[in-house]
């Protein structure tokens, strides 16, 4: 713009969104002594405002290494141990350990900006990303508008932490090496909360933290100790959710509740970028399409990532050279080989599972097919590592379960071949990413392979009295 001078903001690291995936990088970074600025749309006391309550996984926090929370304070309501799991005929009630730390999300974040101000980073709100500042085709910097001002940042490192609308990832050139896709009605799953209150408290009601997984649905905890959060996720539109809520309301016979207030978002429910980095970017969070496959949630299933960032992007910085793709590759060959690998393989599997119609859902359910179930009392440990190690003896038993099943018509042999299809491909993803190439040369091939693994992948269908739904 001509005779109007821009100031240019400078810093190692830029990142766009103060979610939950951009402060926690920012804290990484700064940490480790490199200047950080994050910019955030929203204004400060309204980002996160779009949820209330949230899960976190404990073991997950623990890890993090953030400040640990306290039950009973702003920003955490309690930390639960144990879930409740109903078969979809309402006779069966299996006990599963959950490790979550049930958060308000507003006031943590809030929490969160105090700590980064205290460590230097610099927080910018009211600030929307705009475009991308290429030199030689290389990022360099971004603008930003405020207020009706524009704004000039340059860093050596732009990381998009923006949620499901991936600002800077979706608005590169189609050749700069990242795919740019966003997010269609297939790639998410549609959330719909009501925040619940019981009108007679005493009578039987669920259980808080209670799950029908046959319609996607729970009752979660919330703030009000006579009430619960009512929420249901599908796929495909908002109208599949209701649809599935509607199919869940008229079995369930509920005493009667008022509904307080109303929620709704998606969540991303699809493969991530095959790669993250490139140059002088990386995408994190809801940007990069990562969550739990089985749950949905994002927070700290990105953290593990981000943690496996910043050290890569520490190296990165010390060179003084421009970073590069080649500087950032470890995050993906270290992201990819492990989460990302558990994660593709059980994005994989759910293909099979979520084709079972009610009756082998039932079945699955009680012979602890789905979640493991233990003699008496005792909950079995939760699956911290999101994968399924069987042993010789386990597998043996789920063998004896899935015949015992057909040869009694619980189970049909057709969704049977879907199952063991489902997870002979779930194996082979699992393993091509636990071999994601060290050398980005060798990338192209990797990803050609990839392709034709993800096409074998079938869509899944559920049959409800409202409504058929396709997983894709
Ligand atoms: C109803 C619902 C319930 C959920 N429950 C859970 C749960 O219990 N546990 C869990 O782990 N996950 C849950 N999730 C998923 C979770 O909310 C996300 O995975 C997580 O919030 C992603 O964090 P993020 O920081 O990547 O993105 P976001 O939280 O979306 O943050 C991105 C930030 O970027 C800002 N931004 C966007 N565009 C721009 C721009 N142009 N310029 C500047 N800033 C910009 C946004 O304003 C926003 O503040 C739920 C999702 C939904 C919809």
Known sequence: MEGIEIMVEKSDVLIVGAGTAG???????AKKGFSVILIEKDKREEVGKRLDVIH???DRVQMAGIPPFKAG???CIEIRNVS???TPDFKTEIKVRALQTIVRLTPFLNKTYKILESDGIKLVFSTEFKEIIFEDNKIVGLFAESGGNRQEYRARLIIDASGKPAVIRTSLPEDYGIETFELGPNDVMYVLLEYIKWKYPDKPHPATDTGYNWWLLWFGPSYDPEGAILGVGQPGSFENARNAREDFLKRANLPPYEII??????TPYRRPPYSLVMDGFLCIGD??????????HGVTATWVLCMIASDVIEKALKTKEYISREHLWEINVNYFRDQGAK????FTQLSGVLNFNEKEWNYFLKKGLIYKTSEGDDIPEPNKEYEEEMSLSEILKFLFKIIGGLVRRKLSLKHMKRLLQANALAGKIKKHYEIYPENPKNFGKWVEKAELLWTQKKIAVKKLSLVKIEYH
């Open 23 to 29: 402060t926690y990088i920012s804290w990484l970074l």
């Open 56 to 58: 976190f996984e404990t």
């Open 73 to 75: 304070t702003p920003d």
């Open 84 to 86: 409740t799991v109903i």
């Open 261 to 266: 207030k109303k929620e709704q978002g998606s």
């Open 287 to 296: 940007a990069a399409a990562v969550t739990y496959p089985f749950s949905g």
């Open 343 to 346: 994660f593709a393989g059980l």
